[in-house]
């Protein structure tokens, strides 16, 4: 069981380039998440989704987007770079639910736009 | 809103001290609780949580209890160890929500020998 999975670990743009992140889970999961890390904020949610076809506005959604065309799979992409979005990229999956269910996470993707 | 307030580190203690670390929350209705632990170049890995008022979630010596009086989920633990040194964040997930979480900005603790 590899759990949640991200790809790239590392990567370098520059101002406006475009990229995708991609996030994989083997737990059938139903529900996925994108959040972000930057120093002293914690993290901050950007875009999820409860199924398959389905995805959602986070806190902090502006420059980003997301497709769920596939259960395993959580993609997150930049259309166009900016320095504000370098930070640390985490994915999570978590089982349905109303309550308590735990999300697991990925190792992270540090992105670094110059 | 939703929100999440913890005390601000880094906290340094030495091993086999007490380790508190405050949490306080604002939400609406009844909202789960979280406490996630990243180790140093790690993803974050859950470390204990409840779902209703005066529930005590529990793991590896450590505690924390839904306080729903005081909005607060501190988290406890009666002996640290050098092992434990990482960052420490507290989480609410608002009930029927998607299971979005909604993070404090974090504690870093480090543990001396």
């Known amino acids: 069981n590899a759990g949640v999975t991200q790809t790239p670990k590392f990567r370098v743009l520059k101002t406006g380039q475009s990229m995708t992140l991609l996030c994989a889970q083997d737990m059938n999961h139903e529900y996925m998440y994108w959040y972000r890390q930057d120093p002293g904020m914690g993290l901050r949610l950007i875009h999820y989704?409860?199924?398959?076809?389905?995805?959602a506005k986070g806190e902090v959604p502006d420059g980003y987007n997301v497709s769920r065309l596939k259960k395993q799979n959580f993609l997150l992409g930049l259309e166009s770079a900016a320095p504000s979005q370098t930070s640390v990229y985490f994915c999570?999956?978590?089982?349905?639910?109303?309550?308590?269910?735990?999300?697991?996470f990925g190792p992270g993707t540090r992105l670094l736009v110059l | 809103g939703n929100s999440v307030t913890q005390m601000e580190g880094p906290v340094t203690l030495s091993e086999e001290a007490f380790l508190t670390i405050n949490c306080t929350y604002t939400?609406?209705?009844?909202?789960?609780l979280f406490w996630y632990v990243q180790y140093p170049g790690e993803g974050l890995q859950l470390l204990l949580k409840?779902?209703?008022?005066?529930d005590k979630g529990s793991n590896k010596g450590f505690e924390a209890t839904y306080r729903k009086e005081t909005t607060s989920f501190h988290l406890e633990k009666g002996s640290v160890q050098v092992s434990d040194s990482a960052v420490y964040f507290c989480?609410?997930?608002?009930?029927?929500?998607?299971?979005?979480?909604?993070f404090g900005q974090g504690t870093e603790l480090s543990v001396k020998p």
């Open positions: 939400a609406t209705g009844y909202p789960s």
């Open positions: 989480a609410l997930s608002p009930y029927n929500q998607g299971g979005k979480l909604i």
């Open positions: 999570a999956s978590r089982a349905a639910g109303t309550r308590g269910e735990t999300q697991y």
């Open positions: 409840a779902t209703k008022a005066d």
């Open positions: 989704s409860v199924g398959e076809g389905t995805t």
